[in-house]
């Protein structure tokens, strides 16, 4: 009952995604060196394929809000392809054609968008951005704040260098922000868990999967 009160109450969930988040602040756009040219690699987090919906529809609310903040750090660019990512199911539309679509549909150029169509996890997308493009491209990668971390010891594991543009933040502060105790609720329990499942993520990486990414 203790467990659940305190997994299901807004306080310690927000405060456990915080102790991570905080680590992450935005990018500063006024730093990038306008005469250099960057990737700007967008790190998918699920789509569907509803036909009668436009591209950005089908996007789910995470890869939609990652494509947000690449495209606004694209925009803010003189030398700027961006890269979308992931797999779908074998035989139809893949994750990073319909996220690419979805930014032509937004007003970026077909021309200035790449596609990485294989990868289902943060690895493959690292191994396949590096086995395309290698590695002394000039790499900004958009993912949530709370996977930033992981996908930023993943990417320069793999050798590439980054910069990391976190997104998403779930812990925010402000006058309409509540991050104290309230009543237990399943949206609580959806922070914990989410919360638990990065960190289990991280470790399976730390002890399983890093000697993959060498």
């Given amino acids: 009952m203790i467990l659940f009160l305190i997994s299901s109450t807004n306080y310690i969930p927000k405060k456990l995604i915080h102790s991570i988040e905080k680590t992450q602040t935005p990018i500063d756009l006024s730093e990038l060196d306008q005469s250099k040219a960057y990737y700007i690699h967008v790190l998918g987090a699920g789509a569907t394929l509803d036909p009668k919906l436009p591209s950005a529809m089908n996007l789910n609310g995470m890869t939609l809000t990652r494509l947000n903040e690449g495209i606004r750090i694209y925009n803010a660019l003189d030398q700027g392809i961006l890269v979308t990512s992931a797999y779908t199911d074998e035989g139809l539309k893949s994750q990073a054609q319909v996220s690419k679509e979805a930014a032509i549909s937004i007003g970026v150029p077909e021309k200035n968008i790449e596609i990485l169509p294989t990868p289902t996890t943060t690895l493959e997308e690292a191994l396949a951005f590096k086995q395309k493009f290698g ?15 992981r996908a930023t010891e993943i990417f320069t594991d793999v050798g590439l260098n980054v910069i990391s543009a976190p997104t998403a933040f779930i812990y925010r502060e402000g006058p309409i922000n509540h991050n104290n105790l309230t009543f237990p609720s399943f949206k609580s329990l959806q922070l914990m868990n989410t919360y638990h499942l990065t960190v289990l993520k991280q470790w399976y990486y730390s002890f399983v999967n890093k000697r993959s990414s060498k």
Avoid: Q, Y
């Fill in 135 to 149: 590695t002394d491209k000039n790499v900004i990668i958009v993912t949530s704040a709370l996977h930033m971390p």
